[in-house]
């Protein structure tokens, strides 16, 4: 399944699907897009080429380059939903195992990190070690969402993607949140949100007989242990990877 065949897929919040219109401006919008930066040099190969770790460092670049955000202005955002379904879509449709074995390698031949430093950024990649510890004694060994206190299917998630992140952030437990299996997912694919208030934000993408199949619904305040600290990663994933 291509791009464009899963956006035929996408369904409202009323349930309906997108229509032909709303799915050739996405599908239009992002192919333009990433030919402009290509042409521009600002990524240095087609967002059709990127794997998943790949695409979150292009579109940080992106996001922040001058003539896309006047461009996506005029265009009343179309431009940057656009890239937010293809990431959407890109990390549904990724093997994360490979991925993090990939992400590994890097990690590994990296000269300026010594071997245990090397070993705490791969264990918070994948959720292990000190990093989860971390986040399971912050929140109380609860998924933050339904309060599960299983511990085999709770999994410390990166707000900030993990690729993006300097080696610092990606051991941060302010850069954190406690999610059962379902919800990390949903998450990280970034079909629900939160404020700093704790507020759930869902994607349109969920519509509102799933969203009620997962007790989920727009404006419940949940207690996400918000600090200051907190407020970039949370900042990030609100304006470049939640799809609205």
Same mark, same amino acid.
């Given at each position: 399944m291509n791009f464009k065949e899963w956006l035929e897929t996408a369904t409202k919040s009323d349930g309906t699907y997108l229509s032909k219109r709303t799915i050739n401006h996405y599908y239009n919008g992002f192919e333009i897009t990433s030919k402009e930066m290509y042409d521009s040099g600002v990524i240095n190969k087609s967002l059709f080429d990127m794997k998943l770790n790949e695409l979150d460092l292009a579109l940080s670049l992106i996001f922040n380059d001058e003539s896309f $955000?006047?461009?996506?202005? =005029?265009?009343?955002?179309?431009? /940057? +939903?656009?890239?937010?379904? !293809?990431?959407?879509? %890109?990390?549904?449709? #990724? @093997? &994360?195992? =490979? /991925?993090? *074995?990939?992400?590994? %390698? =890097? $990690? +590994?031949? @990296?000269? #300026? *990190? #010594?071997?245990?430093e090397k070993e705490m950024v791969i264990k918070a990649r994948i959720g292990q070690g000190l990093y989860r510890d971390n986040l399971i004694e912050k929140y109380c060994h609860k998924c933050i969402i339904t309060n599960i206190d299983l511990s085999q299917v709770l999994i410390a998630s990166h707000i900030k993607p993990w690729a993006i992140c300097n080696n610092q952030e990606r051991v941060d437990v302010n850069n954190g949140l406690l999610l059962s299996a379902t919800y990390d997912r949903l998450f990280d694919s970034g079909l629900i949100t939160f404020t700093k208030k704790g507020e759930?934000? &869902? /994607?349109?993408? $969920?519509?509102?007989?799933?969203?009620?199949? &997962? +007790? &989920?619904? +727009?404006?419940? %305040? !949940?207690n996400i242990g918000y600090k200051s600290d907190m407020s970039k990663y949370l900042l990030y994933h609100n304006e470049y990877i939640f799809v609205d």
């Open positions: $955000i006047e461009k996506n202005q =005029i265009g009343h955002n179309m431009y /940057s +939903n656009g890239l937010k379904r !293809y990431r959407c879509f %890109v990390f549904l449709n #990724t @093997d &994360l195992g =490979i /991925s993090e *074995l990939a992400e590994e %390698v =890097i $990690i +590994n031949n @990296d000269a #300026t *990190l #010594t071997s245990t759930i934000k &869902l /994607s349109k993408m $969920i519509n509102s007989n799933n969203a009620s199949k &997962l +007790n &989920l619904k +727009n404006g419940i %305040v !949940y």
